[in-house]
T-cell receptor, first 112, second 114 residues
Framework: QKEVEQDPGPLSVPEGAIVSLNCTYSNSAFQYFMWYRQYSRKGPELLMYTYSSGNKEDGRFTAQVDKSSKYISLFIRDSQPSDSATYLCAMSLGIGTYKYIFGTGTRLKVLA | DAGVTQSPTHLIKTRGQQVTLRCSPKSGHDTVSWYQQALGQGPQFIFQYYEEEERQRGNFPDRFSGHQFPNYSSELNVNALLLGDSALYLC?????????????FGEGSRLTVL
Protein backbone atom coordinates (compact mmCIF):
# COMPACT_ATOMS: atom_id res chain seq x y z
CA GLN A 1 0.00 0.00 0.00
CA LYS A 2 1.30 3.43 -0.94
CA GLU A 3 1.65 6.03 1.80
CA VAL A 4 -0.44 8.48 -0.23
CA GLU A 5 -3.22 7.43 -2.59
CA GLN A 6 -4.67 9.71 -5.24
CA ASP A 7 -7.06 8.92 -8.09
CA PRO A 8 -5.14 9.60 -11.33
CA GLY A 9 -8.26 10.59 -13.27
CA PRO A 10 -8.60 12.04 -15.82
CA LEU A 11 -11.41 14.16 -14.49
CA SER A 12 -13.37 16.22 -17.04
CA VAL A 13 -15.78 18.95 -15.91
CA PRO A 14 -17.60 21.81 -17.65
CA GLU A 15 -16.45 25.38 -17.11
CA GLY A 16 -17.92 26.86 -13.94
CA ALA A 17 -18.26 23.53 -12.14
CA ILE A 18 -17.05 22.88 -8.60
CA VAL A 19 -14.17 20.42 -8.65
CA SER A 20 -13.32 18.11 -5.76
CA LEU A 21 -9.90 16.46 -5.64
CA ASN A 22 -8.96 14.02 -2.89
CA CYS A 23 -6.11 12.08 -1.32
CA THR A 24 -5.97 9.48 1.39
CA TYR A 25 -2.90 8.58 3.41
CA SER A 26 -1.76 5.93 5.84
CA ASN A 27 0.88 7.67 8.01
CA SER A 28 -0.85 9.40 10.93
CA ALA A 29 2.39 11.29 11.71
CA PHE A 30 1.97 13.61 8.72
CA GLN A 31 1.52 17.19 9.93
CA TYR A 32 1.67 19.38 6.82
CA PHE A 33 -0.50 18.94 3.77
CA MET A 34 0.09 20.65 0.44
CA TRP A 35 -1.55 20.88 -2.96
CA TYR A 36 0.50 21.56 -6.08
CA ARG A 37 -0.61 22.28 -9.63
CA GLN A 38 1.54 21.03 -12.49
CA TYR A 39 1.00 22.08 -16.07
CA SER A 40 2.30 19.82 -18.82
CA ARG A 41 6.11 19.85 -19.01
CA LYS A 42 6.38 22.35 -16.15
CA GLY A 43 7.48 22.12 -12.53
CA PRO A 44 4.88 21.84 -9.72
CA GLU A 45 3.50 25.13 -8.37
CA LEU A 46 2.36 25.38 -4.75
CA LEU A 47 -1.35 26.21 -4.44
CA MET A 48 -2.22 25.61 -0.81
CA TYR A 49 -0.77 24.24 2.39
CA THR A 50 -2.44 23.46 5.70
CA TYR A 51 -1.17 22.40 9.07
CA SER A 52 -3.02 19.65 10.94
CA SER A 53 -6.81 19.42 10.54
CA GLY A 54 -9.13 22.13 9.32
CA ASN A 55 -10.01 24.25 6.32
CA LYS A 56 -8.09 26.92 4.45
CA GLU A 57 -9.47 29.15 1.73
CA ASP A 58 -7.62 31.18 -0.91
CA GLY A 59 -9.72 32.73 -3.64
CA ARG A 60 -11.43 29.96 -5.61
CA PHE A 61 -9.48 27.25 -3.78
CA THR A 62 -10.37 25.56 -0.48
CA ALA A 63 -8.21 22.91 1.17
CA GLN A 64 -9.62 20.57 3.81
CA VAL A 65 -7.77 18.18 6.09
CA ASP A 66 -9.46 15.47 8.15
CA LYS A 67 -6.72 13.77 10.15
CA SER A 68 -9.16 11.43 11.89
CA SER A 69 -10.06 9.94 8.50
CA LYS A 70 -6.60 10.46 6.96
CA TYR A 71 -8.26 12.29 4.08
CA ILE A 72 -7.53 15.61 2.41
CA SER A 73 -9.44 17.51 -0.26
CA LEU A 74 -9.00 20.44 -2.59
CA PHE A 75 -12.08 22.22 -3.90
CA ILE A 76 -11.96 24.53 -6.91
CA ARG A 77 -14.97 26.82 -7.36
CA ASP A 78 -16.01 28.34 -10.69
CA SER A 79 -13.49 26.19 -12.54
CA GLN A 80 -11.85 27.69 -15.64
CA PRO A 81 -10.17 26.09 -18.68
CA SER A 82 -6.90 27.53 -17.33
CA ASP A 83 -7.30 25.22 -14.31
CA SER A 84 -6.70 22.24 -16.61
CA ALA A 85 -3.57 20.62 -15.17
CA THR A 86 -2.41 17.79 -12.94
CA TYR A 87 -3.03 18.36 -9.24
CA LEU A 88 -0.64 16.73 -6.80
CA CYS A 89 -1.20 16.34 -3.09
CA ALA A 90 1.88 16.22 -0.86
CA MET A 91 2.49 15.61 2.83
CA SER A 92 5.35 15.90 5.26
CA LEU A 93 6.14 15.03 8.84
CA GLY A 94 6.79 18.63 9.83
CA ILE A 95 9.34 21.25 10.62
CA GLY A 96 12.88 20.69 9.42
CA THR A 97 12.11 18.28 6.64
CA TYR A 98 11.50 18.89 2.98
CA LYS A 99 10.93 15.21 2.30
CA TYR A 100 7.48 15.52 0.86
CA ILE A 101 5.49 12.41 -0.01
CA PHE A 102 3.48 13.07 -3.17
CA GLY A 103 0.43 11.41 -4.59
CA THR A 104 0.48 10.31 -8.22
CA GLY A 105 -1.54 13.36 -9.26
CA THR A 106 -5.04 13.79 -10.71
CA ARG A 107 -5.35 15.08 -14.27
CA LEU A 108 -8.11 17.67 -14.52
CA LYS A 109 -9.62 18.99 -17.74
CA VAL A 110 -12.06 21.90 -17.62
CA LEU A 111 -14.08 22.11 -20.81
CA ALA A 112 -15.04 25.53 -22.20
CA ASP B 1 13.22 37.93 -9.16
CA ALA B 2 14.46 34.75 -10.80
CA GLY B 3 12.87 31.57 -9.60
CA VAL B 4 14.56 28.18 -9.42
CA THR B 5 16.57 27.58 -12.58
CA GLN B 6 17.75 24.19 -13.81
CA SER B 7 20.03 23.07 -16.61
CA PRO B 8 20.03 21.37 -18.98
CA THR B 9 16.32 21.20 -19.78
CA HIS B 10 16.62 18.02 -21.82
CA LEU B 11 19.34 15.46 -22.28
CA ILE B 12 19.80 11.97 -23.68
CA LYS B 13 22.32 9.47 -22.31
CA THR B 14 23.03 5.80 -22.80
CA ARG B 15 23.10 3.08 -20.17
CA GLY B 16 26.21 3.10 -18.03
CA GLN B 17 26.99 6.77 -18.61
CA GLN B 18 27.10 9.46 -15.96
CA VAL B 19 25.08 12.69 -15.83
CA THR B 20 25.30 15.97 -13.92
CA LEU B 21 22.29 18.22 -13.47
CA ARG B 22 22.51 21.76 -12.13
CA CYS B 23 20.24 23.98 -10.07
CA SER B 24 20.25 27.59 -8.90
CA PRO B 25 17.81 28.27 -6.06
CA LYS B 26 15.39 31.14 -5.83
CA SER B 27 16.92 34.34 -4.51
CA GLY B 28 17.06 34.32 -0.71
CA HIS B 29 16.77 30.53 -0.44
CA ASP B 30 19.51 28.42 1.08
CA THR B 31 18.09 24.89 1.00
CA VAL B 32 17.91 22.73 -2.11
CA SER B 33 16.02 19.47 -2.52
CA TRP B 34 16.04 17.12 -5.50
CA TYR B 35 13.12 15.02 -6.67
CA GLN B 36 12.67 12.41 -9.40
CA GLN B 37 9.36 12.33 -11.27
CA ALA B 38 8.75 9.34 -13.50
CA LEU B 39 6.09 9.63 -16.20
CA GLY B 40 2.59 9.54 -14.71
CA GLN B 41 3.91 9.54 -11.14
CA GLY B 42 4.33 12.08 -8.38
CA PRO B 43 7.79 13.42 -7.51
CA GLN B 44 9.94 11.22 -5.25
CA PHE B 45 12.39 12.76 -2.79
CA ILE B 46 16.05 12.06 -3.55
CA PHE B 47 17.88 14.26 -1.02
CA GLN B 48 18.11 17.69 0.57
CA TYR B 49 21.13 19.99 0.95
CA TYR B 50 21.66 22.76 3.45
CA GLU B 51 24.93 24.48 4.39
CA GLU B 52 26.70 22.36 1.76
CA GLU B 53 25.78 19.12 3.49
CA GLU B 54 23.32 16.37 2.66
CA ARG B 55 20.75 16.63 5.46
CA GLN B 56 18.20 14.03 4.47
CA ARG B 57 18.01 11.28 1.87
CA GLY B 58 15.21 9.27 0.29
CA ASN B 59 15.31 5.66 -0.89
CA PHE B 60 17.75 6.10 -3.73
CA PRO B 61 20.98 4.14 -4.28
CA ASP B 62 24.44 5.57 -3.86
CA ARG B 63 24.63 6.07 -7.63
CA PHE B 64 22.73 9.27 -6.88
CA SER B 65 24.95 11.88 -5.30
CA GLY B 66 24.90 15.61 -4.94
CA HIS B 67 26.70 18.72 -3.94
CA GLN B 68 25.85 22.20 -2.74
CA PHE B 69 28.15 25.13 -3.35
CA PRO B 70 28.78 28.18 -1.12
CA ASN B 71 26.43 30.25 -3.32
CA TYR B 72 23.66 27.68 -2.51
CA SER B 73 23.52 26.28 -6.05
CA SER B 74 23.52 22.52 -6.33
CA GLU B 75 24.36 19.59 -8.58
CA LEU B 76 22.82 16.15 -8.87
CA ASN B 77 25.06 13.40 -10.21
CA VAL B 78 23.86 10.01 -11.35
CA ASN B 79 26.42 7.30 -12.17
CA ALA B 80 26.03 4.05 -14.10
CA LEU B 81 22.74 5.14 -15.65
CA LEU B 82 19.94 2.59 -15.98
CA LEU B 83 16.92 2.72 -18.28
CA GLY B 84 14.78 3.22 -15.17
CA ASP B 85 16.56 6.49 -14.41
CA SER B 86 14.67 8.13 -17.29
CA ALA B 87 12.55 10.79 -15.60
CA LEU B 88 12.03 14.47 -14.95
CA TYR B 89 14.48 15.62 -12.28
CA LEU B 90 13.15 18.50 -10.25
CA CYS B 91 15.09 20.87 -8.06
CA UNK B 92 13.24 22.71 -5.31
CA UNK B 93 14.44 25.47 -3.05
CA UNK B 94 13.27 26.86 0.26
CA UNK B 95 14.42 28.80 3.29
CA UNK B 96 15.56 26.58 6.10
CA UNK B 97 14.64 29.15 8.72
CA UNK B 98 11.29 27.83 9.90
CA UNK B 99 8.86 25.83 7.82
CA UNK B 100 6.40 27.67 5.66
CA UNK B 101 5.44 24.83 3.34
CA UNK B 102 6.75 26.84 0.45
CA UNK B 103 8.89 24.56 -1.61
CA UNK B 104 9.53 26.23 -4.98
CA PHE B 105 10.22 23.93 -7.91
CA GLY B 106 12.13 24.56 -11.09
CA GLU B 107 10.96 23.45 -14.53
CA GLY B 108 13.05 20.29 -14.31
CA SER B 109 15.65 18.47 -16.38
CA ARG B 110 14.19 15.71 -18.52
CA LEU B 111 16.61 12.79 -18.74
CA THR B 112 16.18 10.02 -21.27
CA VAL B 113 18.39 6.94 -20.92
CA LEU B 114 18.65 4.74 -24.01
Amino acid sequence: QKEVEQDPGPLSVPEGAIVSLNCTYSNSAFQYFMWYRQYSRKGPELLMYTYSSGNKEDGRFTAQVDKSSKYISLFIRDSQPSDSATYLCAMSLGIGTYKYIFGTGTRLKVLA
Amino acid sequence: DAGVTQSPTHLIKTRGQQVTLRCSPKSGHDTVSWYQQALGQGPQFIFQYYEEEERQRGNFPDRFSGHQFPNYSSELNVNALLLGDSALYLCASSRDRGFTGELFFGEGSRLTVL
